[in-house]
């Protein structure tokens, strides 16, 4: 879930006081709209997580029903202002609208499941190694100076999706943000990390810092400080995208915008007075001098490390999956982005109703 979908789901939770969120089962989204980035379980954890949902409905149906909003208790629906529709062409939310049970807001511009795995595709190397830029792009045809910085923007690529880059606001940053101060004998936790495709590893990792205190605040790097420790086109989202990615996670209370990649005094005194720095078990890293990163907190006694139960999913796993099944992901490109023009296609139409029935 990035945080375009987090966006819908704030605006949602705005116009009512309880938000129930239906989640597809892999085997729906498949069905109509192509392969499955992240796995249902790790998709019913993620929007389990954003702190403004209140319920999550586990294999809801792709057509949403009149039946299931009764069951479940709801007064409407809310989507983005764009049509989406199912395999055969018929809108999601036709049977809702025509009940008068419907509302719509504002979709996210510059950010959806299929720029990111555009990025994925023009931007991955068959080996992940850090600091490597000499192993050209598995996709032929690629012009490797054309993508060399997805922050810097692109020119859209054939059925790839273009090579986006979002524009955040203070704005966005204050819808996203608690607002919440530390409060006085508060225990802070302090965490940082890239935080790149915000996924459920990073979602227990947050949860288990938590738990070891009152406060947690998290430290995002920079995009020159990852690429230069991750090599490679990492991060594959840039520091705005990443920054409410983690902000919208419900166990997260505060975020220090390009966070130096070793703590230092000023991270442990300055923002606030940081009781612990965690983590996690099985990362060892090292600054670009080699340093240990942690170094000040360890001596300061108060460096933790946790495990938890999604170790294995990382940024680099996710990236993985994309190109292990890279030509089932590019034809999923070329089917959404004919799949869209329709749908686009549809929304003018229903707007030139809407227009004719004001006259």
């Known amino acids: 879930m990035h945080f375009g979908h987090a ?56 057509v949403t029903t009149l039946e299931m909003l009764d069951e479940y208790d709801i007064d409407f629906v809310v989507h983005g202002d764009d049509i989406t529709t199912a395999a055969d062409g018929t809108d999601c939310y036709q049977i809702v609208k025509d009940a008068g049970r419907y509302q719509e807001c504002k979709r996210t511009v510059g950010i959806s499941t299929t720029e990111l795995v555009g990025r994925m595709l023009l931007l991955t190397r068959d080996h992940h190694i850090r600091g490597s830029r000499a192993i050209k792009s598995p996709i032929q045809g690629v012009d490797e100076a054309a993508i060399a910085n997805f922050s810097q923007g692109s020119k859209p690529v054939g059925a790839l999706t273009g090579i986006a880059h979002y524009l955040s606001t203070s704005k966005k940053i204050i819808q996203f943000s608690s607002g919440g101060e530390p409060k006085p004998g508060d ?144 034809e999923r490109q070329a089917r959404k982005a004919k799949k869209a023009l329709a749908e686009a296609e549809a929304e003018q139409r229903e707007k030139e109703v809407k227009a004719a029935c004001h006259i």
């Open 7 to 62: 966006n819908a789901l704030r605006q949602a939770r705005a116009m009512g006081d309880y938000l129930v969120v239906g989640v597809h089962s892999d085997v729906e989204v498949e069905k109509n709209k192509g392969p499955c980035v992240m796995k249902e379980d790790e998709r019913y954890a993620a929007v389990a997580a954003c702190k403004w949902v209140d319920e999550v409905v586990k294999d809801a149906p792709y």
């Open 187 to 330: 225990r802070v936790v302090y965490v940082d990390g890239a935080f790149d495709l915000f996924h459920t590893g990073h979602i227990e990792f947050f949860k288990r810092a938590r738990e070891l205190g009152d406060y947690l605040l998290v430290g995002v790097h920079d995009d020159q400080t990852v690429n230069a420790i991750k090599g490679g086109n990492f991060p594959v989202m840039n520091l705005q995208e990443r920054v409410l990615g983690a902000l919208q996670c419900r166990y997260v209370d505060e975020v220090i915008i390009g966070a130096p990649y070793s703590v230092t005094k000023d991270v442990l005194e300055d923002v606030y007075h940081v009781d612990v720095v965690v983590h996690g078990a099985s990362d060892r890293p090292t600054d670009i001098d080699g340093r240990d990163p942690y170094e000040l907190p360890k001596q300061l006694g108060i460096y933790r490390e946790v495990e938890h139960p999604c170790l294995g999913l990382t940024t680099t796993a996710i990236i993985e999956r994309i190109i292990a099944n890279r030509h089932v992901y590019i």
